[in-house]
């Protein structure tokens, strides 16, 4: 059996597939999903339309596509890995352009009837595409320093045309979702020393262009900025979404208000109740003990992720895992940190749970390409250590 | 092959552990998500669910409705009338200009008001109302209420504003409401948001300003729960108001309305009092103003007519209208003489006409003098040079404590706001406020109620009154019953004068009205039993210098308007077992016998015969009584 799975072409069937699939991960992934249908039908005032029924649909086309994502043979995946990075950062170019012709902050492409973020799509493509740099590096040179300028633009590149849009909460979950798959791969240590000795400089470097004709945000972004660190600075403006955010979450105290019963989210002091801050809306009517038991859903399929992760026997298969675990886990720790004031407001979804199709489509074909891994865990690729 | 598994297997080691190490920096970040979540619900959750109260449920006062006032005869004085409105919700109507132009065909709209609103509707936030015209005729507010199915937006509304349909007549007494002022609503405390809802008017003279927080009442309370953009969405309690106390005054409206009547054109006042109980059976002032002008809001022209007329008909001067005496002041002079032991009843003094004091000389009214005159001659004929010797000898200080047993000098305890006390003088007065020694011959004036003696129409009447009623201690009063209730009469205090004196002055003073030789004799009230006993008296505004007496003092015809003297009387009824008391002030009128006297007798009657006086009230050849041609019953108004 071991030695079919090495060596042969032909893999396992496709019922074998779905057999070994790791279940518990997609029923957890369901579950979570569920929280956000009951959550879309609250903030419709107790109704299906106009977010739980959409919601519904968009998860259902995800769910299958995840899993014919996850039949796919995972040598496929690293053989298109390259091609789906550079369609996403020639979208993500398009945007740019697009969006320097028209509104101010362009972030999507419509195609027919889909309205699509590149952005969303580079999330996954980097992942993908970083796996299989260092899965193809040959294992003596990762020690090279030289070696480790590639991934890095592969990560700055569209990290850029994202602050650009500006979008700095994409911005921020591609880099640490590049990050941490070169943390993964086995860059020495003292690279990442090196990195966040100079995010700090960056870091300092966007505070003091502040004001300056070289300012490396835009007005709007050191506001909030500015904001974050002080939400009294503007009550009514900028402040109001994390001030009525804050108090809308801390209201509902440990039971909540009841389901269908938070009063600030029923009465439209939340801005973006559906899409960002539907955290907001779950504290406020189930308390802290709601908001505990999504965080803990949370980190059980963050740890299933990672443990599935673990066992893959071929390294881009774990990257790839990894990757996609960690991107998860920076959509809901940034989106949780920001509705409950710890972070600025930067427009990342609640991963499942918020209102949106391309976050959800873009999400759950990552957790195929986990999935993937997982079920094609032991094959073998055919050359490794060619490139470079 | 095995240098590669080797590889894998240290790569996957590698992975493993640094894939342990995130996880754990992962953890290790969301226990800081799950304290944060401690910290906001848990340890901030109460001030947060507070704060989230306060954000979203608006607590809102709900006006009470204003006590009515009405008169001791059921009269209503101050009543809540229906004010008929219209009003414009914009979020309701897709073209307002549209609807306001459908509007103006069923009521006026001129194009400036137009223009004003189009301001208002558009700052006003949609689903708010904009008062589009109030105050609406009937069959105006019918009309659009017929129509308001197809005014879109537009809603006619009901609300309530003060009216007083007795108007010029009780316009001082009763007072008027208005808007609160900044000042009242610092003032009024925590009652102040109250004051602030837009409608809420106040009490700011009269009646209305003495009993406000009783004709307020108390407000109630809304809990409406609204949305962030402030659309009301439910409300969550309501707890009603109590309504204000409905006062009944104790004033007789069919008199309050002869006496400001009888008085016509001139300037002064008419104060009818019960000897006691103290009721204020009327108080009127003249001219009067119709304060249903202030409710509505005055235009700037009316209010400057009315602030700078000659006869300042917005002062009340039957409490703060301040006059000298005069005469009328004579009766106290003498009981303080009397109870200083220092005449007796039979006491005279020659009076040829004026009276020596060091250098200067003090006349008599009369040219030539009266001769000599005992106490009753003196009060009767009014003698100056009876008053100028006993007030000589008996100083300032014994006069004025006895006056102040009167009323003269003390603020009267009725309440109303613009009440003066007036002056009654003494040494320490005056060195208080001068910073003088007192002369001797200010005692003089002071002994005919000239100088700094000064009074209100009300002061004389309760001087009038403690004369009346054998020397108790009667206050003047205007509330007669709250809600219906009685408010129970103080009971009286004596004022420690003998009641022999108080029956020699009081003599007297019949003496003045019906006995020949009388001052006001030609005023008299023929009928037994109901005839009045009195005291002329004749306020000099001006000074008569030595030259124009000698030449003969001016006779007031000839004198101008300002300069002529007032003219006073006081008196009580019936002369023989006394019930009621009035005093009567017409300023610049001339003579107290000839202009005020009549004026007290024509009350009297009509207070005394309130149906119809009969033949021979009055002696032959007396002028007749003033009498007002009937009216019409006013239409029955809506009130509510």
């Given at each position: 059996m071991t030695s079919v799975e090495h060596?042969?072409?032909?893999?396992?069937t496709l019922p074998q597939k779905l057999l070994r699939l790791n279940w518990p991960l997609v029923v957890l992934i369901v579950l979570v999903a569920g929280i956000g249908f009951a959550m879309q039908y609250s903030v419709a005032?107790?109704?299906?339309?106009?977010y739980a029924r959409k919601q519904m649909i968009r998860f259902a086309v995800s769910f299958v596509g995840m899993l014919v994502v996850a039949m796919v043979d995972i040598r496929f995946w690293r053989g298109t890995a390259y091609a789906f990075y550079g369609v996403s950062l020639l979208l993500l170019v398009g945007v740019e352009v697009a969006g320097s012709v028209g509104m101010g902050a362009q972030r999507w492409i419509d195609i027919g009837p889909i309205r699509l973020q590149p952005s969303e799509l580079m999330k996954i493509a980097l992942v993908v595409a970083l796996a299989r740099y260092f899965h193809d590096l040959n294992p003596r040179r990762i020690r090279h320093v030289f070696t480790l300028i590639i991934p890095l633009m592969m990560i700055a590149v569209p990290a850029a045309l994202v602050v650009k849009q500006p979008d700095l909460g994409t911005a921020v979950l591609l880099a640490s979702g590049g990050i941490v798959i070169m943390f993964l791969a086995g860059v020495s240590l003292w690279f990442f020393a090196l990195l966040v000795a100079s995010l700090g400089g960056m870091v300092y470097a966007i505070f003091i262009s502040k004001g300056q004709d070289w300012a490396l945000l835009k007005p709007y972004q050191y506001d909030r900025i500015a904001v974050f660190l002080n939400p009294e600075l503007d009550p009514r403006g900028a402040g109001y979404h994390i001030t009525q955010s804050k108090i809308a979450f801390g209201s509902g105290g440990a039971m909540g208000e009841g389901y269908l019963q938070g009063p600030l989210s029923r009465l439209d002091f939340l801005p973006e109740k559906h899409t960002d801050f539907i955290f907001t809306v779950l504290g406020e009517e189930f308390g802290m003990v709601g908001g505990l038991v999504l965080l803990g859903l949370y980190m059980v399929v963050l740890l299933f992720g990672l443990m599935t992760a673990m066992r893959i026997r071929h390294l881009f298969g774990r990257l790839v895992a990894a990757g996609v675990c960690m991107t998860f886990f920076a959509y809901f720790a940034i989106n949780m940190a920001m509705v409950m004031g710890?972070?600025?407001?930067?427009?990342?979804p609640l991963p499942l749970v918020s209102y949106g199709g391309t976050s959800m489509l873009v999400l759950l074909f990552g957790f195929g390409l986990l999935l993937s891994a997982q079920v094609h865990g032991k094959v073998t690729f055919p050359r490794r250590g060619t490139v470079l | 092959m095995a240098m590669r598994r080797y590889r894998n297997e240290h790569d996957r080691s590698v992975f493993s552990r640094r894939s342990l190490v995130l996880f754990g920096a992962q953890g290790a970040l969301a226990t800081a998500l799950g304290a944060r979540m401690y910290q906001l619900q848990i340890i901030e959750g109460e001030k947060y669910a507070a704060r989230a109260d306060r954000a979203r449920i608006r607590p809102s006062l709900l006006a009470p409705v204003r006590g009515q006032i009405i008169s001791r005869d059921g009269k209503p004085l101050a009543v809540n009338r229906h004010n008929y409105k219209v009003v414009l919700y914009r979020e309701e109507t897709e073209d307002i200009e549209g609807t306001l132009d459908q509007l103006s065909a069923l009521i006026p709209l001129p194009p400036l008001r137009r223009k004003a609103l189009a301001e208002e509707i558009r700052r006003t936030r949609a689903f708010l109302p904009v008062v589009i015209a109030e105050n609406l005729k009937w069959d105006e507010f019918a009309e659009v209420n017929a129509n308001a199915p197809a005014l879109a937006g537009i809603s006619p509304e009901l609300g309530l504003t003060r009216h007083y349909p007795e108007a010029d007549f009780t316009g001082h007494l009763v007072g008027y409401v208005a808007s609160a002022s900044e000042r009242d609503v610092e003032r009024a405390g925590k009652d102040g948001s109250l004051l602030k809802l837009p409608g809420m008017r106040i009490g700011k003279s009269g009646v209305e300003r003495v009993e406000e927080i009783a004709l307020r009442g108390k407000a109630g309370l809304s809990r409406v729960e609204k949305d962030a953009h402030g659309r009301p969405m439910q409300e969550l309690e309501r707890r009603e108001g109590t309504p204000g106390e409905d006062l009944t005054l104790t004033v007789d409206m069919d008199l309050q309305k002869y006496a400001m009547q009888r008085m016509g054109e001139e300037s002064g006042a008419v104060v009818v009092m019960d000897i006691y109980d103290g009721d204020v059976l009327a108080m009127a002032s003249t001219p009067g103003f119709d304060p249903n002008g202030f409710v509505l809001g005055l235009s700037q022209k009316d209010w400057l007519s009315l602030r700078d007329n000659e006869k300042k008909p917005l002062n009340n001067k039957a409490v703060s209208g301040l006059y000298p005496p005069g005469s009328t002041f004579k009766m106290v002079v003498a009981m303080a003489a009397l109870e200083a032991g220092l005449i007796g009843p039979g006491h005279s003094v020659y009076c040829g006409g004026h009276i020596e004091l060091g250098s200067h000389r003090f006349h008599c009214w009369k040219r030539g003098g009266h001769g000599t005159v005992n106490l009753h001659e003196g009060i009767k004929q009014s003698c100056d040079v009876y008053f100028y010797d006993i007030a000589k000898r008996l100083g300032i200080d014994r006069l004025a404590e006895t006056a102040r047993k009167f009323g003269v000098g003390v603020l009267p305890e009725i309440g109303l706001v613009d009440a003066k006390a007036g002056t009654m003088p003494d040494t320490a007065w005056k060195r208080a406020y001068k910073n003088e020694a007192w002369y001797p011959g200010e005692t003089l004036h002071a002994g005919i109620g000239q100088g700094y003696v000064t009074g209100s129409p009300l002061q004389l009447a309760v001087m009038t009154a403690r004369i009346a009623n054998g020397g108790f201690e009667v206050h003047p009063r205007l509330v007669r019953a709250r809600n219906g209730d009685r408010v129970k009469t103080r009971s009286l205090r004596g004022t420690g004068i003998d009641k022999a004196h108080v029956e020699a002055v009081k003599r007297a003073m019949y003496g003045v009205v019906n006995e020949s030789g009388g001052t006001a004799r030609r005023s008299r009230i023929a009928m037994p039993g109901y005839e009045m006993a009195g005291k002329t008296g004749t306020a000099q505004v001006r000074r008569i210098t030595t030259a124009e007496r000698a030449a003969g003092v001016f006779k007031n015809e000839d004198l101008p308007w300002e300069r002529r003297d007032h003219a006073l009387f006081v008196a009580f009824a019936p002369a023989d077992d006394p019930r009621y008391a009035i005093s009567v002030i017409v300023e610049h009128g001339g003579g107290g016998s000839k202009v005020a006297a009549p004026i007290a007798r024509d009350v009297l009657l009509k207070l005394q015969f309130p149906k119809e006086i009969p033949e021979g009230a009055i002696p032959q050849g007396a002028a007749p009584v003033f009498t007002v041609e009937k009216e019409d019953e006013e239409d029955g108004s809506e009130d509510a």
């Open positions: 060596h042969g072409t032909a893999g396992p005032d107790g109704s299906v339309d106009p710890l972070a600025p407001v930067v427009g990342v | -």
